[in-house]
């Protein structure tokens, strides 16, 4: 093997035109060599025949000889370099020649017939010799060991279809006598087949789903604007919820205000009346006391000794004025503010509830690929929403809003004839009657009645109670200091104000009406009372119409003079404005299938 300080340069077998190996040599007169399609494309390009290397000029362009020395030298020179690179040492992830006896080089071929790997040198024979060029070479494999049946120490040259192996002929003719078993070359094939086919699909699966995840991709994309959008559209519609909200706030601060105004400027006219009054009275009493005219006085002391000078001057002169505050604002603005309010903040509650829960439900994928779907959704609860805040339709919506209280049976009240349900909420006849010393006064003695638990001496208040269910009952309310013996109904001019039906003929038991005879039979029966105003009215709640109204109620009592003298001295305060109690009654001939039942107020929309 020759020495690499043997070879020559390898730069000195280059052309220096093309700066490769040099392609059948030719030299100039001149002793330089070049490619012979080099020099000839050179001279061809170029006016002037001359050397590129020395710019020697030539008068003709010479006859050139292929330099058979000097090519034979050339393919000398590559076979020793080709040589001298197969004769490398073997490096440890690289299968070694097994010939070799000192220093292992690298393998070039592996013979499945010999069962050896063999390096460049060692592999000379089998290139030479006619025998052996028939051996199988392969590229080098390790572990040869493993392409052996270890039982037989042959080569696998088959596979078994049954058993999923490789075997050899031996194995044939006993553990695979009956199998079914083709040439190695012939399963690689197809099983290579079978990998080619696998390889194809799963480029189809990953183009697919590339595709799929494109698509992922921008449909989250899109559904992350189009979220982004409606969370803006989303606090629009809260923000002008908000500015609504402080626009009616602002509108009803107004309202009180220039009703607070007007009442101040009702009061100080009322002042400056009195005042007016008080002067002009004082005036005439020093002017009598001044006169010396005899006459002149015993002619005005008739009219200073009327009713109209003896008692309060100012009490007769002008017209009674009274004015409360607390009564105005408190229970009558502040309380409906708060009923609305609260009956607005429940509303709302609940629908964002169910929208929280709707939106936690959806199918975010389903809402993505049926957009019209979801902006329907949104329209319609848009709609609903402002259903919700719309302003009432009828009067008895805005009482329902505004004026609704809860009301409870006292069962400590209720005739001993009638049993109260535990929720205080239903109204029937007990089977059999109770007996109480007399000392129990809070009972009606005679008449069927109940009271309310709770009382109220201000506002207005209204509940509902569904009548269906009673042949005969009555509805009102009625003054704390009603008399329990009494074997009539209520009196509005001293006990009560109430209204009442039996059967199909429905009237109001005030002295001064006839009875009234309805179209339709009132399912449910809504009670308002107007404290301030003296008004105690029924409504047709299925119907919304309005049944009777008692007017000119007279709920705060005049206290007797010589009553207010002795709680005066007494050091009690004496309150004018009683409590009014809600009342009810049931009556007629099946008194067992008799029931009243005080029902929520619902909120008509």
Known sequence: MASASSLPCEEQLLCSICLEAFSEPVSTPCGHNYCKTCITGYWASSDLTQCPLCNKRFRKRPQLQVNTGFRDMIEHFNNMRVRGEDDIRAKPEEVPCDICLGPKLKAQKTCLVCLASFCQPHLEPHQRVSTLKKHQLIDPVPNLEDRVCKKHDKMFELFCRVDQMCVCFMCLQDDHATHEAVPLEHAFRERKAWLDNMTSEIKMMENTKSRIVKEIKYSIEQSKKASETEIAEIAEVFTALVVSLQKSQAELIELIQEKQKAALKQAEDHVTQLEQELRRRRSEMEQLLQTEDHLRLLLSWPSLCSPAHTEDPLSHSTP?????????SQQRYVGMVK???????????????MLIHEVRLSDDCEAAQQPDAAENLMTDELIEIQEVWSLPQDKLMMIQQCDA???TLDADTANSRLTVSEDGKQLRFREGRLFFPDFFRR???????VLGKDGFSSGRFYYEVRVSGSEGWLLGVAKESIDKETLFFPTHEEEGWTFSGIHDTYFSNTSNCAPLYLRQRPQTVGVLVDYEKGEVSFYDVDARTLIYSHTGCTFIETTPALKAFFYSVAGTSL?????????????GDDLSNNILVITPV???T
């Open 320 to 328: 009674p004025f009274t004015l409360d505050p607390s009564d105005v």
């Open 339 to 353: 009923k609305a309010v609260a009956q607005m903040e429940k509303t709302l509650s609940k629908e964002m509830e």
């Open 405 to 407: 209280v809860d009301v």
């Open 443 to 449: 009972r009606f003695v005679n008449q069927p009645f």
């Open 575 to 587: 309150s004018s404005r009683p409590k009014l109690y809600p009342i009810f009654g049931i009556y």
């Open 602 to 604: 619902a909120h008509a």
